[in-house]
């Protein structure tokens, strides 16, 4: 499977940004799927994941402002980002998972299968 993240860019605190990742491969519909991110000098942390059947995990600090959806018809997951914030500044990665989850700690530390290569979100004050 290969990842293409997309939608990165520059914009002001408060404004609203799509991010999309599509796959290659024909069991996209099964496969677990996640954004990640990570800042200058920080760790990579957890940002949202959608598995199979719809349902969503969301990292607290971007809970009520980003929504992670998927289209299984076009192979693709989104982030739609809202109400950004300069600490959202970040290169934002999508990957996937073979294996499902069903808790928020597993959404979070599982190991993914596939990652795609990152895109630049930057959010200024």
């Known amino acids: 499977v290969q990842l293409q993240a997309s939608g990165g860019g520059l914009v002001q605190a408060g404004g609203s940004l799509r991010l999309s990742c599509a796959a290659s491969?024909?069991?996209?519909?099964?496969?677990?799927m996640a954004w990640f991110r990570q800042a200058p000098g920080k760790e990579r942390e957890f940002v949202a994941a959608?598995?199979?059947?719809?349902?969503?995990f969301y990292a607290d600090s971007v809970k009520g402002r980003f929504t992670i959806s998927r289209a299984n018809a076009k192979n693709s997951v989104y982030l739609q980002m809202n109400s950004l914030k300069p600490e959202d500044t970040a290169v934002y990665y999508c990957?996937?998972?073979?294996?499902?989850?069903?808790?928020?700690?597993?959404?979070?530390?599982?190991?993914?299968?596939?990652w795609g290569q990152g895109t630049l979100v930057t959010v200024s004050s």
């Open positions: 491969g024909r069991t996209f519909s099964r496969y677990s």
């Open positions: 959608i598995v199979w059947s719809g349902r969503t």
């Open positions: 990957a996937a998972r073979e294996v499902g989850f069903i808790t928020i700690t597993q959404a979070m530390t599982s190991p993914y299968d596939y």
